[in-house]
């Protein structure tokens, strides 16, 4: 897991969370990482990304003030069960993708 902060947003609305480190701007792979926490400070809104809706990009603009949505990643916002899903030996059936969840068996 790494947790990063967003505290400066566009002029658009949109804060950037990276999915690299601040050494080098390699981004994090599946081996390393198997989800990022974004914290935008002034929304005080958390958003668990797992590290595969990083494919192909290492950030990813997040909107959390926007009414109509606009981040195709607002579906990331406050979904804990990114925590637990898909670990072994926990019970747990992943529902994250079909956003209702993770229910424990």
């Excluded at 999915?19 to 400070?41: F, H, K, M």
């Excluded at 958390?46 to 809706?53: D, K, L, M, R, T």
């Excluded at 981040?71 to 993708?97: F, L, N, Q, T």
């Amino acid at each position: 897991m790494q947790l990063k902060s967003a505290y400066a947003g566009s002029k658009e609305g949109g804060y950037t969370v990276h999915a690299y480190g601040n050494d080098d701007r390699r981004a994090y792979t599946a081996a390393e990482v198997d989800v990022v926490l974004g914290y935008v400070v002034p929304e005080e809104a958390w958003y668990v990304i797992p590290i595969g809706a990083f494919a192909g990009i290492k950030s990813m603009k997040l909107f959390p003030a926007s009414r109509r949505m606009r981040s195709k990643h607002e579906k990331y916002r406050e979904a804990w069960c990114w925590m637990c899903c898909g670990r072994e030996g926990i019970g747990v059936v992943r529902r994250c993708v079909e956003g209702r969840g993770c229910r424990v068996k």
